[in-house]
């Protein structure tokens, strides 16, 4: 149990969670957008190249994106709690300082984790992608994007420690996957294959970035958030730390952190090019896409949820906190929650969509989405482990997960194939997001769950149990238009039953302010 809330506590709650609102709606809008550019670039891809060649994709973007990852040495999580807790104490430049100090260490890590993949790019090629001369090439021209990845992290990492949270929308969400796009599908029609796919991302990371370094420079000259004068008389745990030394120092525990994370989440497709093919690769590769739509809904929180994490932990308001823990927790399930109906109630059609082979994807699919809405389910968990410190202790939740997740994967893939590699992937998501919860209950003393999250379980299976009904007596679903007219439904029904069992004041409290928002908007 919480201590009890005090009146200037309800305000700073009350005034934090339209923030957390408004900014998650707008990362939410951007991964939404992002998503629906995803999928029609996995559609692009599955519909104009040979199987094999969509998981040599696959398999080099994960490879690429471990590198990017272990570049960073944990920087981008630093660069977003310390810009939080500078910028939330009026100290832009410290914020500036601590921006040059991730930079200044991490470009050129990254330059030579690129030069090493290239140079190792044969080896790489011979144990995951067939070790075809074609398959180097491609790894190489890949690899040049991971200095830009580096440094498009950090810029992001800026704009989201300052609340600035349209900015990472558009140059990530939607600016480097337009692009990609955009580029790939020229690439496409000119019949430049693989090799013009791979430029074409490259290219699209490339302007990604001059757009995250404008939007940086932008935030870090505009006032901060909140002045000294917010702090309410009591002394902030940053003040007195040098600002560059003390990210560092966070850091870089989190360097192999973020590489073990990243390894449990790509170590399924990693053991399948490793134990399988790359077309097995790009079945699983596709099923993947579309099962972690939920993940995406809980970045959507937890982009702007992590600096305040970091700057109410910083003041010592555990109390409203909590409570923000518990009502985003809840937004992340119910939100996630008729994704997840959808994707298993309709597995098949919805991998029928990349076309007729790709069915063979569906019983991972249906095991993955469990996985995410186990994940969904424990909502921020892991970042309000490290926001309040205990980077080591992450470590340690991932580097089991990782275990877990690759022993199972040595055993099922031989066996199950991809289903195999799929419930390698719910066990260990399942286990991490446990430790986490245990976690933040004994040493935060704050758990996510009240009686609150029996509404959205409840509207999830009357609305399924409608759906299911009309599928089997009115509607064959064959096709695509059958499965957005059903999505469609579902979605309205299980709305419209969350809001017959009524809505949680603090989800009144932000509806009213949209309300006052809005109204101000039309009569400017």
């Known amino acids: 149990m919480t201590e009890p809330e005090t009146q ?29 550019i995803i999928y029609l670039y996995t559609v692009l891809l599955a519909r104009m190249l040979p199987v094999g060649q969509v998981g040599e994709y696959f398999l080099m973007v994960t490879i690429v994106g471990l590198v990017g990852l272990a570049a960073l040495v944990g920087l981008d999580i630093g660069v ?4 939080a807790l500078f910028g939330g104490e009026g100290r832009l430049a410290e914020a500036r300082k601590t921006l040059s100090a991730g930079l200044l260490v991490g470009v050129p890590v990254g330059v030579v984790f690129a030069a090493a993949l290239a140079w190792q790019a044969p080896v790489v090629s011979r144990h995951f992608l067939g070790g075809s001369a074609g398959s180097v090439t491609a790894l190489r021209i890949f690899s040049l994007s991971v200095p830009m990845l580096v440094a498009a992290r950090l810029f992001n990492a800026t704009t989201q420690g300052m609340h600035r949270m349209r900015y990472q ?15 790939s599908g020229v690439a496409l029609a000119m019949g430049a294959g693989l090799f013009g796919i791979v430029w074409a991302n490259v290219a699209a990371l490339v302007l990604a970035t001059v757009m995250s370094v404008y939007f940086a420079a932008l935030v870090l000259k505009r006032p901060a958030a909140a002045s000294k004068s917010d702090l309410d008389g009591k002394t902030p745990r940053s003040q007195g730390e040098s600002p560059a030394g003390t990210m ?28 399988g093919t790359t077309a097995v690769v790009g079945y699983y590769g596709v099923a993947l896409k579309v099962s972690v739509l939920s993940a995406r809904i809980i970045t959507a929180f937890s982009l702007v949820f992590t600096p305040v994490i970091a700057d109410l932990w910083n003041r010592g308001r555990t109390g ?11 937004w992340i399930f119910a939100l996630s929650l008729p994704f997840f109906i959808i994707t298993v109630m309709f597995s098949s059609q919805v991998m029928k969509i990349f076309g007729a082979g790709f069915v063979a994807g569906g019983g991972a699919l249906v095991i993955l989405a469990l996985g995410q809405l186990v994940n969904a389910s424990t909502g921020a968990a892991g970042i309000m482990v490290l926001m309040s410190g205990r980077s080591k202790l992450e470590l340690l939740n991932v580097l089991t997960a990782l275990v877990v997740d690759a022993l199972l994967c040595y055993l099922l893939i031989p066996r199950y194939g991809i289903n195999g590699a799929a419930i390698a992937n719910m066990a260990s998501l ?24 029996i509404k959205p379980l409840l509207a999830g299976f009357s609305a399924a149990a409608a759906v299911f009904a009309i599928s089997r007596l009115v ?24 809001v017959a069992l009524g809505l949680d004041d603090h989800d009144k409290n932000v ?7 809005t109204a101000r908007i039309k009569t400017t």
């Open 320 to 330: 409203e906190l909590s409570q923000l823990y518990i009502t985003v927790t809840r």
């Open 169 to 183: 929308v558009y140059s990530r969400d939607m600016g480097e996957q337009v692009f990609k796009l955009g580029f």
């Open 430 to 453: 399942g286990l991490v997001n446990a430790m986490r919860v245990v976690e933040i209950k004994f040493i935060m003393r704050m758990l996510a769950y009240d009686r609150s999250f």
């Open 80 to 83: 977003v709690r310390y810009v």
């Open 475 to 498: 509607i064959s679903p064959a096709g695509v238009k059958q499965l957005a007219f059903l999505a469609a439904v579902l979605v309205f029904f299980y709305v419209l039953i969350m």
């Open 511 to 517: 509806l009213r302010k949209f309300k006052v928002r």
């Open 248 to 275: 560092l120092r966070y850091s870089y525990p989190l360097a192999l952190s973020n590489i073990l994370v990243a390894l449990g989440l790509q170590v399924d497709t990693l053991m399948l090019g490793l134990l």
């Open 8 to 36: 200037s506590e309800r305000g700073v709650f009350s005034s934090y969670l339209p923030r957390v609102a408004s900014g998650a709606l707008i990362n939410f809008s951007g991964i939404f957008s992002r998503m629906a």
